[in-house]
């Protein structure tokens, strides 16, 4: 490219020497390369035209470059920096021991846990600590129990045993998260479990409950007692259920 930054005529006597040649380049793109030359010493240029010219062409300024430049590779997947992180963190909350382990990589997350859990069909993933006595509850039942809450940080994020009162609800009204219900079901009196709860089993996100995005939830339950339940009904149009 030939760039003229004044304005006066050029002299008739200067003249541009230009061929084209084949760049190196493994694109195989032609340049144009341009040179001045003058014409015999003998004839003179007018001294008052001056005329400044700028050549830029790519054969006379920078070297052919490779059109296929490689990139920075990405780094591989590492497994055993992302598992020491999860570690350290859940040291520094004080989690339980043998907590399970997330190794989260973008929207992959992968758990890592003892040979002691169980993983169901449904994804749920649980351990026994005491298997308990007695018959698992049923639809319309009511449970009582304590339990503990945490993040897959490790990070407590609730606690019935805290709040200084076990937790009561009646079995198949949907009053659970999904997980949480499937988790208990099969659960006996005097029982203790640590349940792995995945998000699609989860609770809903949102600012009106504990989770801001779907992960993983871990919940350790401890199953105090069932009981039955019958509904009663109070001067004729007013009911409730009782159990005991």
Do not use: W
């Amino acid at each position: 490219m030939v760039t003229i930054l004044s304005t006066p005529p050029l002299s008739p006597r200067l003249t541009f020497l230009c061929e084209t040649k084949l760049s190196l380049s493994r694109s195989s793109k032609r340049s144009v390369c341009c040179s001045l030359s003058e014409e015999p010493k003998d004839q003179s240029l007018s001294r008052r035209s001056l005329v400044y010219v700028l050549v830029a062409s790519p054969c006379l300024l920078f070297p052919a470059l490779s059109s296929s430049a490689k990139t920075k590779s990405k780094s591989p997947y590492d497994e055993r920096r992302l598992l020491e992180q999860n570690k350290r963190i859940q040291r520094e909350n004080n989690a339980p021991d043998e907590f399970p382990n997330f190794v989260r990589e973008g929207f992959e997350v992968k758990v890592v846990a003892s040979e002691n859990y169980i993983k169901a069909d449904s994804g749920l993933i649980y351990r026994d600590f005491d298997v308990g006595q007695g018959d698992s509850p049923k639809d319309g039942q009511q449970v009582t129990f304590h339990y503990i809450g945490y993040n897959e940080s490790g990070r407590r994020i609730d606690s019935t045993y805290i709040q200084g009162s076990p937790a009561r609800i009646r079995m198949g009204t949907n009053a659970l998260v999904p997980g949480f219900e499937m988790g208990i079901r099969d659960m006996k009196p005097g029982g203790r479990r640590r349940i792995i709860i995945p998000p699609e089993l989860g609770p809903p996100v949102g600012p009106s409950t504990f989770f801001s995005s779907k992960q993983f939830e871990v919940f350790d339950v401890e199953l105090l007692s069932i009981q039955n339940c019958e509904r009663r009904t109070i001067i004729g149009f007013y009911s409730d259920v009782t159990c005991s």
